[in-house]
T-cell receptor
């Protein structure tokens, strides 16, 4: 079945280190991939978007890579801070016939320890 | 301030009692969508609308209705709620067209059906 997977285990890192989160997908013809942050009980907030023909995107301390051969996106937070603690969701927009559909990962919980 | 608003934020109701969750956006977005989020299942799309008077089913539409009479509003209607509709609900909006566009989410509505 078609699916998108993120690390199910929570990621705990020390403040100042780089956090790396993974998003893997199968059987899609991707158009682009988005990363969102979600705090407990709140709506997701958009962070970054990367298109299928892009290898890397950066925004301040955030970096996203997209490898369509490996069917994988990596999301990096450099110089992490306790305020970065949240759940991070990836969402893949893919082509389904004449339509474009969006599918969401379950998210990876990140805890940055001071 | 650009935002998506939902009301109510919290709702406890009984099986079979019709309810409506309102959603409004002030960004003039054509696209609006309703999701439910459940532990272990992630975000699942209920219904979406590409523009006024245009609505379509998402992945889990059973037991829900929507309408889009105005561009800014997209209410979610549960005609006869059941306990399996207990969930956290999010409304989202975005632009449409050729470009990839991020979604803006509301703050969420936590619904409990007893």
């Amino acid at each position: 079945s078609q699916k998108i997977e993120q690390n199910s285990e929570a990621l705990n890192i020390q403040e100042g280190k780089t956090a790396t989160l993974t998003c893997n997908y199968t059987n899609y013809s991707p158009a682009y991939l988005q990363w969102y942050r979600q705090d407990p009980g709140r709506g997701p907030v958009f962070l970054l978007l990367i298109r299928e023909n892009e290898k890397e995107k950066r925004k301040e301390r955030l970096k996203v890579t997209f490898d369509t051969t490996l069917k994988q996106s990596l999301f990096h937070i450099t110089a992490s801070q306790p305020a970065d603690s949240a759940t991070y969701l990836c969402a893949l927009r893919y082509n389904a016939g004449n339509n474009r559909k969006l599918i969401w990962g379950l998210g990876t919980s990140l805890a940055v320890n001071p | 301030e650009a935002q998506v608003t939902q009301n109510p934020r919290y709702l406890i109701t009984v099986t079979g009692k019709k309810l409506t969750v309102t959603c409004s956006q002030n960004m003039n977005h054509e696209y609006m969508s309703w999701y439910r989020q459940d532990p272990g299942l992630g975000l699942r799309q209920i219904y979406y609308s590409m523009n006024v008077e245009v609505t379509d089913k998402g992945d889990v539409p059973e037991g829900y209705k929507v309408s889009r009479k105005e561009k800014r509003n997209f209410p979610l209607i549960l005609e006869s709620p059941s306990p399996n509709q207990t969930s956290l609900y999010f409304c989202a909006s975005s632009l449409v067209g050729q470009g990839p566009y991020e979604q803006y989410f509301g703050p969420g509505t936590r619904l409990t059906v007893t």
